[in-house]
């Protein structure tokens, strides 16, 4: 493997290649730009495969690849601060990159489908968006410091906005992608103040080594030093949660979520891509990759945790009531990063991961799926007007299948592994900490409402019988469309082997890859690993009886609560003619349907609040600020013109104030200078 | 006998002020350049005063050159009065009030 890496920074290279093809070329290239697409994202993904088992052979990389700048001024804690664009390739920068890489691949193909065969316009743009995505998020992956990390964050959410926005003559699309646009970018406001904040602190912005952000806040933590007038922990806590506004708008958690939804105004790919599988990941990629200075915060771990477990509640009861299928797939989106989340903040960082892995393939391919079925349905998203599909696409439909077996967390699908274990970890700490276990008890309702709105998207899809013209009579789906889905498929399917944990627990063998990946049991860099972010973590964990018992108590309770969800839909759904049962909700229903007035309450806080506070400051602007500078130079004007007079244009006056003048200097340095 | 320094200083203020006078209230542009020499030549004897009295050439000298600048200077000075009566058919230094606000 030796020198394997040096090629690293050729896997963010080919996507920013193709978007520069694409845009340039694009409208005189065979597929518009897809081939150059699509060649790069297999080029990235073969190099990070590279750079995958380079790690596994117990390599890493850590390098610095450009100075931006660097200044002298040392910060509160160390000297000189340097920044700099750089490469960090650990397992789970590698991990990552794989699955980015593997999506992007995967889209860029189904696109040809998706996209080309039906005839769109502007597919270079579309492919340069594409492109010009996925450079960034893979350059965000590997990035080395939190400010280039924060930069690539930036420019995945300006592709987000430029994709969601890609149907710009509609009415709606401009609109959600501009909302996308600022309610991330006002998280990212936060995620700014607390990249400036970290590095003001610490006079550093590296993720890894001695001289990282972390192994800095844990010596100033145990030296007891006071930050900023603040205690060590409380300012590491206070730094952290800026951050966390950035991960909360670009992870669509509570209060941040309300964008999601609305960018399903973009291409399904899209959604696929960026709105479900990786660029929403970046948020709690973030938090994983400083995971070690969250360890150190118990206070900002809560937090995430709580965050997480009410998203995961609260956005799963809003995708019960959803009629299109891609708003489904979005509250579900938002539901399972609330999960990530969940886990993360219970010191779950594998549980996380595993996760965040799992998720990116199974949610890719049910958004694939659902592209497959706005295919066959000639652009029909009403999952009432659907129904019936699943003989006449049995590929899409087994897949689709196999995508929500894995949301739903039913046992063996990929899916159950990872959530089952992020409930596990929850429960163990919440077993001491109140505030964990009400965000376990969150967590674990949720796996109802999740179980039940994904079969009741499948059943109202596929099974009954057909509601409409289109239905009877779908669109053929090409090779395009299948190839993409069975991968992702078989990926949906035994994906969760990567971490048996409940498995290896009960029956004591160790088949818990994942767990020693992220461990660096092959190669990590110091202080990156689960063990090293384990002995930071301030948590307790318990058991009830006895570990086993635990476990079987938790996944148990979880499969219960899936497949009563399941079966409910099963039961409300699974019929040849369903009818819509929302009015059973009763009075909740409204609330519901609305998403719980959280657009409302924005739209108020916009209109009502942000709106008459900047009137007031433009008034201030335009009379106070405005008004002084003007009053000076009217003051001044007029002064002038009085002053002018003095000039008269007679030589003889001005010889008269020549000679007054120097005999009035004469006077005063005689009078001051002591002369009489 | 010499003269003291004082008496050469009292003539020199006296022709200064002469000068000063004539600046201040002639309105011949003629009579202002006059009134201008007049003005060099009390530095002049104020110059060649002291030189004398310290005793030494180089207040002489220098009286010399201010002798070449007035020459100059009256050339210069003689040269705009012409264009001003060219201009004005006057030499009143009054008339001309166009170079003001």
């Known amino acids: 493997m030796e020198g394997a890496f040096s090629y690293a920074p050729a896997i963010a290279a080919f996507p920013l290649a193709a978007f520069v093809v694409a845009l340039t070329f694009g409208k005189w290239m065979p597929r518009k730009g897809a081939i150059a697409g699509i060649a790069a994202t297999a080029g990235s993904l073969l190099f990070s495969l590279w750079m995958l088992a380079a790690v596994a052979s117990g390599e890493v990389y850590h390098e610095t690849l450009y100075e931006w700048t660097a200044g002298e001024a040392a910060g509160e804690v160390g000297d000189g601060i340097e920044f700099t664009f750089g490469i960090l390739i650990d397992p789970l920068s590698a991990l990552m990159l794989v699955i980015v890489s593997l999506v992007a691949f995967l889209v860029h193909i189904f696109s040809l489908g998706y996209m080309n065969a039906e005839g769109e316009t502007g597919l270079p743009r579309y492919y340069a968006g594409l492109g010009l995505f996925t450079f960034s998020m893979l350059a965000f992956v590997y990035a080395d410091n939190l400010l280039m990390a924060f930069m690539f964050f930036e420019l995945v959410g300006l592709c987000s906005y430029l994709l969601i926005g890609f149907w710009f003559r509609t009415r709606s699309a401009p609109s959600a992608a501009k909302k996308a646009f600022l309610v991330t970018r006002f998280g990212d406001y936060f995620f700014l103040i607390g990249v400036v904040a970290i590095a003001a602190t610490f006079g550093t912005v590296a993720f890894a080594g001695d001289d990282s952000f972390v192994a800095a806040a844990e010596t100033a933590i145990a030296d007891g030093d006071t930050l900023f007038g603040f205690d060590a922990q409380t300012w590491v806590t206070i730094t952290g949660l800026l951050v966390l506004g950035g991960v909360l708008g670009k992870s669509a958690q509570f209060p941040f979520h309300t964008w999601l939804p609305d960018a399903m105004e973009g291409p399904t790919t899209v959604s696929a891509l960026i709105h479900a599988a990786t660029m929403v990941a970046a948020g709690v990629y973030l938090v994983a990759r400083m995971f070690g200075y969250y360890a150190l915060s118990p206070t900002a771990l809560a937090i995430i945790a709580f965050v997480g477990g009410f998203t995961a509640l609260f956005a799963a009861t809003m995708g019960v009531v959803k009629d299109d299928i891609k708003q489904v797939l979005a509250y579900s989106t938002i539901s399972q990063y609330g999960y990530m989340m969940l886990g993360l903040g219970v010191g779950g960082y594998v549980a996380g991961v595993f996760h965040l892995m799992n998720h990116a393939f199974f949610k890719a391919l049910l958004f694939l799926g659902a592209g497959a079925v706005i295919i066959l349905m000639h652009h029909e998203q009403d999952m009432w007007k659907m129904g019936g599909l699943k003989e006449k696409a049995p590929v899409t439909y087994y897949t689709f299948l196999a995508g929500a077996l894995a949301l739903a967390g039913i046992i063996p699908f990929s899916g159950f592994w990872s959530k089952d274990e992020i409930l596990y970890d929850a429960l163990i700490v919440g077993l001491n900490e109140p505030v964990i276990m009400a965000a376990y008890a969150m967590g674990l309702v949720a796996v109802f409402f999740t179980g039940f709105y994904t079969f009741r998207m499948v059943f109202l899809t596929f099974h009954g019988e057909p509601r409409s013209e289109a239905a009877e009579d779908p669109h053929p789906v090409g090779w395009a469309v299948k190839v993409p889905l069975l991968t992702l498929g078989v990926l949906a399917l035994v994906a969760g082997v990567a971490n048996l944990a409940p498995v290896a627990k009960i029956l004591g063998v160790d088949i818990v890859f994942l767990e020693h990946w992220l461990d660096g049991e092959y190669g990590a860099v110091e202080g990156l690993t689960y063990s090293a972010y384990g002995e930071l973590l301030a948590y307790e964990t318990g058991v009830i009886g006895s570990e086993q018992l635990t476990i079987l108590v938790a996944a148990g309770l979880s499969l219960l609560l899936a497949f009563s969800g399941a079966g409910l839909a099963w039961k409300l759904y699974n019929v040849p003619e369903p009818v819509a049962h929302k009015e059973r909700l009763g009075s909740a229903r409204r609330t519901i349907e609305n998403n719980y007035y959280q657009d409302e309450y924005q739209v108020w806080l916009a209109r009502g609040f942000t709106l008459p506070l900047s009137r007031a400051a433009d008034r201030f602007d335009q009379t106070v600020i405005d008004g002084s500078v003007n009053g000076i130079s009217t003051a001044s004007l007029f002064g002038s013109s009085w002053v002018k007079r003095l000039q008269t244009g007679i030589v003889t006056n001005y010889a008269a104030l020549i000679v007054a003048g120097f005999i009035a200097l004469l006077v005063f340095l005689g009078v001051y200078g002591g002369w009489f | ?101």
């Open chain 2, 1 to 101: 006998m010499t003269v003291g320094v004082e008496y050469y200083v009292l003539l020199s203020m006296a022709l200064f002020s002469i000068g000063l006078f004539g600046v201040l209230t002639r309105r011949n542009a003629l009579m202002f350049l006059m009134s201008v020499e007049l003005m060099l030549n009390a530095a002049n004897i104020n110059l060649i005063a002291f030189a004398f009295y310290h005793g030494n050439l180089t207040g002489q000298v220098f009286a010399l050159f201010a002798m070449a600048l007035a020459a100059a200077e009256v050339a210069v000075g003689l040269g705009i009065i012409l264009v001003l009566y060219r201009n004005f058919r006057d030499v009143d230094v009054t008339v001309p009030t166009t170079m003001r606000w």
